[in-house]
């Protein structure tokens, strides 16, 4: 298993830019997660989804859309970049809401707002 | 409001000494406690969780983790560090509130970074 894998690893964005990060999971999890990690901060979760087709907002969703439409993929997409986006964004997936809290990562991805 | 504290950003230690990470908890009712490690350039691995029970919770790697529930702490620890154990650590608590879609997200501190010397 690959685990849970992120594209691209690193991006440079213009203000005003947009983009799609990707997240893929092959542990047929339905919980999967987009983080922001900002430096000297913990990790703040940004949408999650419960399943194919469920999408709700976590405490930083401003800035972000999501959408889960296989199990496999839950891709995160910036509309208008701004600098506050610098960020180091992690995916991740957890397999049931009994198990929510054990959840695998990706490596990230790097972004850079100029 | 939940929270989790970390109070040293940085601890160094000896390879094959003790070695304890600290993490304090402010949460209303039975917390529910996490550890997760971030190798450079990997993203977090789970380590171990407290729900109830022991007090002593062991987890993966060598680490375990104490639950102190009058000191509201949950510090992990290792009985002797290795050069290889040299990362981030994050302290994470479950939320009480409950988000829009029944999930209750994890509120995570600030990270530990832990050096061990040869």
């Known amino acids: 298993n690959a685990g849970v894998t992120q594209t691209p690893k690193f991006r440079i964005l213009k203000i005003g830019q947009s983009m799609t990060l990707q997240c893929t999971q092959d542990m047929n999890h339905n919980y999967m997660y987009w983080y922001r990690q900002d430096p000297g901060m913990g990790l703040k979760l940004i949408y999650y989804s419960v399943g194919a087709g469920i999408t709700d907002k976590g405490e930083v969703p401003n800035g972000y859309n999501v959408s889960r439409s296989t199990t496999e993929d839950f891709p995160l997409r910036l509309e208008l970049a701004a600098p506050s986006q610098t960020s180091v964004y992690f995916c991740?997936?957890?397999?049931?809401?009994?198990?929510?809290?054990?959840?695998?990562f990706g490596p990230g991805t790097r972004l850079l707002v100029l | 409001a939940q929270s989790v504290a970390q109070p040293e950003d940085q601890v160094n230690v000896a390879e094959g000494n003790p070695l304890t990470v600290k993490c304090t908890y402010s949460v209303s009712g039975n917390p529910y406690l996490f550890w997760y490690v971030q190798y450079p350039n990997r993203g977090l691995q789970f380590l171990l969780k407290?729900?109830?029970?022991?007090?002593l919770v062991k987890g993966s790697y060598g680490f375990e983790a104490e639950f102190n529930k009058s000191q509201t702490s949950f510090h992990l620890k290792k009985p002797s560090a290795l050069v290889s154990d040299s990362a981030l650590y994050f302290c994470a608590v479950r939320d009480r509130e409950v988000l829009s879609g029944g999930y209750n997200k994890l509120i995570f501190g600030a990270g530990t970074r832990l050096a061990v010397h040869p």
């Open positions: 407290y729900i109830t029970g022991d007090n």
């Open positions: 991740a997936s957890s397999p049931d809401r009994l198990f929510q809290e054990t959840q695998y």
